[in-house]
């Protein structure tokens, strides 16, 4: 057995680490740059940037190892038919969603501020998920994706920790999956809410799941690596 030093204990890597994939929520230029939507709600974005790093150096170990990696992106088509108008008339905002703003329409599939931020930017081969939604299970082929590739356990990842990361991570609770949110490659514009998200999460012996720093994760990972290439008889 391989394992996470995790909280509120440790988190059990499968046998057949093809059964784990690590989700990167949308880390979208919209969300993380000056200029953005983000920005023009009047968040401070350096916070979302400060994970950069740490999610790269996840993300990666995570190609390193030829792991899943799955990336969402939070748009809308074009003619906005799939955004609720609750959603859309929410937040009395100098911006909505589809309006024309300095990286393009807010949150329109294609526009420029839609797309992920370039250190993160997806590889071929990885699988991107473009959702109407704050969860990546509402509306998308996530779950089929994932079946379809017997994937079991789930490294959540991105922005922002109470809305998007969180909705996540309870939809794939809810669908039987073993999910851990790394506290440093995920980020909120307030620290409070970042906070109160993680002891949630982990509450009641992990009653959404469990949490663990990127260095847990990444020592986890390697001994599992050395663990499954010891079982591989020698030529």
Known sequence: ???ILALPYNYELPTDLKQLALVII??????????????ALGNDVSRLQAI?????????AFRFYQLSIFHTIECHQSDLSDCPPTKLNRGNGTLKIGDEGPMGRVLVRGEPGNWIIPELEPLPGEVLIPKPGKGAFYSTDLQALLQEQ???????????TEVC???TMREANDRGYE????EDCTESYFPAFKQATLEMVRAQ???VGWTAPTAAVL?????????????VPSV
Not at 27 to 37: A, N, W, Y
Not at 150 to 160: E, K, Q
């Open 219 to 231: 020592e986890g990972l390697a001994a599992a690596i050395a663990v499954s290439s010891d079982k």
């Open 179 to 182: 999910c851990l949110m790394v």
């Open 26 to 39: 949308d880390m979208q230029r919209d969300f993380l740059e000056p200029g953005g939507f983000g920005d």
């Open 165 to 167: 990361v969180q909705t």
């Open 52 to 60: 950069v790093p740490a999610l790269k150096q996840l993300l990666d």
């Open 205 to 207: 012996g992990g009653i």
């Open 1 to 3: 057995m391989t394992f």
């Open 150 to 160: 017997g994937i079991t356990h789930l490294i959540i990842t991105g922005v922002t």
